[in-house]
């Protein structure tokens, strides 16, 4: 699919269709949740060469929602993540099965059919150690407007600005916009990766503990950085810390053993899990 292509689907609305597909895997998961969707994840199971990491995990993404995810180590918390993003496609051998149905293009973006690097620029990520380019500010935000193909200097100097405003960092490097994004802060440099992140206008931004490596006043930021984004893209994040998830996602998915243990409104995750494993969890009795 090519660019135009992808571009021609972003224009078609969510039809009826699509809206009546999802409510029933939504209803599934919880009946609290709301049908609108922005995408859903079906049966899907991911392998590293031989190994399986994923076993046919199932659950909706809701649009303009904040959904953690959270488990144990080693249970494909970020193995999931970076499925959905196709990073696990930058290495030879893995391969996924199942679906991961994006909505309003209904298209299954790890498809092999489809270019993993038209799903990046749809689907952002921020890691869980801030990894800006070994470029200047500027050039690290302007990066995936460049691979959009927009190269107006005016188009590209608003939306700089644009998505530092959002990123809540303007301010603090609006006079520094050439130098080295190095020069930065750990927590400054974390927030510029957001707003490179956010640049090319993606639908989805995919954070993989984000602020495990900050400390408690950079982490502050991201999360109420989080909280104003989140009403107009949609969110997910991998965090081993139960407060930050009970206190900025409004969806919780239990990952354990590779598999999708538990999905629901987090308020309900968080005080009367259906699923042992999720009670013995976050209480603190493993993990």
């Known amino acids: 699919m090519t660019v135009a292509q992808i571009a021609a ?50 659950f909706p993404i809701h649009d303009c929602k904040v959904t953690a995810i959270i488990g144990p180590s080693g249970c494909g918390k970020s193995t999931l993540l970076r499925a959905i993003n196709r990073m696990h496609d930058l290495y030879p051998g893995n391969r996924y099965q199942g679906q991961v149905i994006l909505y309003p293009e209904e298209i299954n973006i790890v498809s092999p059919e489809i270019d993993p690097m038209l799903v990046r620029l749809k689907i952002g990520m921020v890691f869980q150690k801030p990894n800006p380019f070994p470029k200047s500010v500027y050039e690290n935000v302007a990066a995936g ?21 959002q990123a809540a960092l303007w301010e603090e490097v609006k006079d520094r916009l050439r130098t080295s994004a190095y020069s930065l802060s750990g927590g400054q440099q974390q927030r510029l990766c957001i707003a490179r992140a956010l640049a090319p206008e993606p639908e989805m931004i995919l954070f993989d503990e984000p602020t495990s490596a900050l400390d408690p006043i950079a982490t502050a930021r991201i999360e109420e950085l989080v909280a104003e984004l989140a009403p107009t893209v949609t969110i997910m994040i991998v965090t081993h810390n139960m407060q930050q998830a009970a206190r900025i996602s409004d969806h919780t998915a239990f990952m354990h053993l590779g598999r999708m243990a538990e999905f629901g409104v987090t308020e309900h995750i968080f005080t009367s899990p259906s699923d042992q494993r999720t009670q013995d969890y976050i209480t603190g009795r493993f993990g």
């Open 9 to 58: 689907v972003d224009a078609m609305a969510r039809d009826s269709s699509a809206q009546s597909r999802t409510a029933d895997i939504v209803a599934a998961a919880d009946p609290q949740v709301d049908a609108a969707v922005r995408a859903n994840v079906v049966g899907l199971s991911f392998f590293y060469g031989d190994k399986q990491a994923l076993y046919d995990v199932s």
């Open 145 to 165: 407007l460049w691979v959009r193909g927009i190269r107006k200097k005016s188009v590209v100097d608003d939306r700089v600005e644009q998505v530092l405003r």
